[in-house]
């Protein structure tokens, strides 16, 4: 995997290319999730592996933050990650058995945590790079029907963008203030980007810790976005963290089996009726005219 400008994915970038030999088979379903710093993907990211698994869907949920929590609440306990493990044995990937950087989660969601370089140093797309490799090398990729990579923060550089060389679909994660529709517009900029070169296309905004959606309704509406689903900042999905759960693993209550039910709903739309949308992003100044402003 090198980095070149052979390769018109932004106007004067440097991008991260991947090894054309390691994309993921084409019979599983490979979603990124994105969106602003703490505006709960990992939470999102898992409760959704979590349901597709309900739909009796093999699935692989793969973290790419250097915090490596994003399989918390389906593990139980936070792995080690996969350079955290390449390390141990200097590199070699040939000493290495799948136990040592998969692990089962919640109904069988199979779980790796990439982790990421020293802060300041490497790059984040050869860490993705190096776990794609790992799985493809030893056939963890062959018997999956679902893939979901949740990917640090709001950043949006060549390097946490490799994983949408590698997805079909990008689920942005938003709530509904401007600063968090701020970043989703960035982000849809550089989807668009790997369009030109890649399969990945957006699949629509998940709506998250938002009674009211109206600041994102007007943004969809004037940039051609989908919010596919929408959950409230509700008490029982910051406890089902806390538990060190998914939200299909809480006591039943009205407001739990709301969430199960979107999440399950939002699963099955992915599966049969997601289409790729060709949204528009904003320039800065436009949002600010569009949501900045009374």
Known sequence: MTATLSRPDGDGSVQVHQDPALHIEEGALVIAVYGKGGIGKSTTSSNLSAAFSKLGKRVLQIGCDPKHDSTFTLTKRMVPTVIDILETVDFHTEELRPEDFVFEGFN??????????????????????????????????????????????????????????????????????????????RIMAAIQAKAKNYKVRLGGVVANRSRDTDEIDKFNARVGMKTMAHFPDLDAIRRSRLKKCTIFEMESTPEVEAVQKEYIKLAQAMLDSVEPLEAEPLKDREIFDLLGFD
Do not use: R, W
């Open 108 to 185: 069988g969601v199979q779980c790796v945590e990439s982790g990421g370089p020293p802060a300041g140093t490497g790059c984040g797309g050869y860490v993705t790079g190096q776990t794609v490799k790992l799985l493809k090398e030893h056939h963890l990729l062959e018997d999956t029907d679902v893939v979901i990579f949740d990917v640090l923060g709001d950043v949006v550089c060549g390097g946490f963008a490799a994983p949408l060389q590698h997805a079909h679909y990008c689920l942005i994660v938003t709530a509904n203030d401007f600063d968090s529709i701020f970043a989703m517009n």
